[in-house]
C-alpha cells in the first residue's frame, strides 16, 4: 500500500513526479489531466456557487441585477431621445504586472439630451477575467471659453471573487486646449466572506490637446486614475497617449498608448501595466 506522505516536484516538460518515499517507485501523472480536473472542479463549484449563492452574494449579485437593468433601460431611453451622440468599439491588448497579458473588448456610448445633458458609459471584458461597467451622467453649460459639467459617476468591476463598486460626483472643465476633471468617490470592496470600504477617495483627469485647430486630426497627452474601465487610487495615475483621426465626418479611428508606472506617488514597486488602445467610432 502506497504512502502519501512525500514531496512533490513539478518538473518544466509538463509532467509532476510525487516521489513517495525511498523504497517506493516515482509516481508520473499528466498535468493536462489534472488541469481537466480542476477545470471541472471549478466549473462545478462556480455553477452550484450561482444557483445557490451566500446571502451576501445574493445581495451582490440582485444590485448587479438590478445595476445592469437600470443602466440599459436608461441608455434605451437616452437613445430613443437623443439628439446627437457617439457609439465607440475599442479594444485594449497589453500587459499588466499583476495579471499579466490581456485583451480586453469594450462598447462605449455617448448621448446628448436637449442642450445641457449627457450620458456616457459602456461595457467591457477582460481576458484575465475582468467585467467592468460604468455609467456617467452629467448637466453641463456652455460658456464663451469652454464647458462646464457636473457629473455624477458608477462604476461596476467583477474580477474573480472580487466586486467593486463606486459612486461619486465631480466637475469637468472642458476648453480648446485643455480638459480637467476632478471628484469624489466611495467604494466597496466584497467578496463571500468580507467586505472592505474606502469611504474618501479622488478621481482626476487633465488632458492637452496638442492639436485643438485641426478638423481631423488630434492628439491628446493625458495624466489620469480614472479612465473609462479604469479607477485607480490617487496615488496610482496613468500616462496617456491618445491619437484621433475622422477620414469623415461621421466616421474616426483612435489609438492609444498608457501606461501605469510602478512607484509612481507610492511605494509598491510591483505593479505597473501596460497597454494599447484602438478603436473606431460613428458619431451624428
Not at 60 to 79: E, N, R
Not at 144 to 166: D, K, M, P, Q, V
Not at 175 to 196: P, V
Not at 224 to 242: A, G, K, M, V
Amino acid at each position: 500500500m502506497l504512502s502519501y506522505a512525500g514531496i512533490i516536484r513539478i518538473r518544466s516538460m509538463g509532467m509532476i513526479s510525487a516521489r513517495i518515499s525511498p523504497d517506493t517507485p516515482a509516481i508520473a501523472i499528466s498535468a493536462a489531466k489534472i488541469d481537466k480536473i480542476l477545470i471541472r472542479k471549478t466549473i462545478r463549484a462556480k455553477f452550484i456557487r450561482y444557483l445557490c449563492p451566500t446571502p451576501y452574494e445574493g445581495i451582490l449579485m440582485l444590485k448587479f441585477k438590478t445595476l445592469i437593468i437600470s443602466a440599459l433601460a436608461l441608455c434605451w431611453t437616452t437613445v430613443m431621445s437623443a439628439q446627437e451622440g457617439k457609439v465607440q468599439f475599442e479594444a485594449r491588448a497589453g500587459h499588466s504586472g499583476t495579471f499579466g497579458a490581456f485583451f480586453a473588448p469594450s462598447l462605449l456610448a455617448e448621448y446628448y439630451l436637449e442642450d445641457y445633458f449627457t450620458v456616457s458609459g459602456g461595457v467591457q471584458y477582460s481576458t484575465i477575467g475582468k467585467t467592468s461597467l460604468e455609467v456617467c451622467p452629467a448637466y453641463f453649460h456652455d460658456l464663451n471659453w469652454g464647458r462646464i459639467s457636473a457629473e455624477a459617476l458608477i462604476h461596476y468591476t467583477h474580477i474573480f471573487n472580487l466586486n467593486n463598486f463606486a459612486a461619486g460626483a465631480g466637475v469637468y472643465l472642458k476648453t480648446r486646449w485643455i480638459d480637467a476633471r476632478l471628484g469624489y468617490y466611495y467604494r466597496l470592496f466584497g467578496n463571500g466572506n468580507a467586505s472592505i470600504n474606502e469611504p474618501f477617495n479622488i478621481y482626476y483627469r487633465g488632458t492637452v490637446h496638442c492639436l485643438p485647430m485641426s478638423e481631423k486630426w488630434d492628439l491628446d497627452l493625458t495624466m489620469s486614475n480614472c479612465e473609462t474601465f479604469e479607477l485607480e487610487r490617487h496615488y496610482q495615475p496613468s500616462f496617456i497617449i491618445q491619437g484621433w483621426y475622422y477620414p469623415k465626418d461621421l466616421l474616426g479611428i483612435t489609438l492609444g498608448l498608457n501606461y501605469t508606472p510602478a512607484g509612481m506617488l507610492h511605494r509598491s514597486a510591483d505593479y505597473y501595466k501596460l497597454y494599447t488602445t484602438a478603436g473606431i467610432c460613428y458619431r451624428w
